[in-house]
């Protein structure tokens, strides 16, 4: 093989490592990248600063995860800079919808920010669930920066148990 042949047949094998890096990226975040919309009280403070320091992300990844055992499902959502109050659980079918605001922190003084990458405003996320719950039932909790969705499954969900005895 001559060197040029070395040469391409290694940009070639790069070229697809990297196209297989985004596309497992995109395939293991598609779900948990999340949009923020502004609100409108974010806004005013906003359009009241000069561009470089009011922009932040539009986007932000809520990471989350989905726990199932035979009696209920579990949803974990990390959510930090977000208060209780300011988040909503709605169950519609199999689907589990997160809504939410973080609010916009300013600082104080003459300084001025050069990176925002944190990201402000309501967001909603949605989780396709494994199977049927009783969303009267459902519980909810945020701490640390967590939050604990549990969910009981509707009993035909959990399947039953069949000991099998002896003779």
Same mark, same amino acid.
């Given at each position: ?9 290694? @940009? ?22 999340? !949009? ?5 009280? &974010? ?16 986007? $932000?990844?809520? $990471?989350?995860? @989905? ?35 973080? !609010? ?5 003084? &003459?300084?001025?920010? !050069? ?5 402000? =405003? ?12 009783? $969303?009267?039932? $459902?519980?909810?909790?945020?701490? &640390? =920066?967590?939050?604990?969705?549990? @969910? ?6 959990? =399947? !039953? ?5 002896? =003779?």
């Amino acid at each position: 093989m001559d060197k040029l042949t070395e040469i391409k047949h290694g @940009l070639e094998e790069t070229w697809h490592s990297v196209g297989e890096g985004w596309r497992q990226l995109r395939e293991r975040t598609s779900e948990a990248l999340t !949009r923020f919309t502004p609100a409108a009280k &974010n806004k005013t403070v906003a359009e009241s600063q000069p561009a470089a320091q009011s922009q932040s992300s539009d986007w $932000a990844l809520l $990471a989350g995860d @989905l726990y199932e055992d035979a009696d209920q499902i579990v949803v974990r959502l990390e959510v930090p800079g977000v208060d209780k109050a300011d988040l909503g659980l709605e169950v519609c079918g199999d689907i589990l919808i997160v809504r939410g605001e973080k !609010r916009v922190e300013q600082q104080s003084g &003459n300084g001025r920010y !050069r990176i925002r990458q944190c990201a402000f =405003g309501s967001f909603r996320r949605v989780f396709h669930l494994p199977a049927p719950v009783i $969303a009267d039932k $459902a519980h909810a909790r945020c701490s &640390n =920066g967590v939050l604990r969705i549990e @969910l009981p499954k509707e009993e035909h969900a959990r =399947g !039953r148990r069949i000991i099998v005895r002896a =003779g």
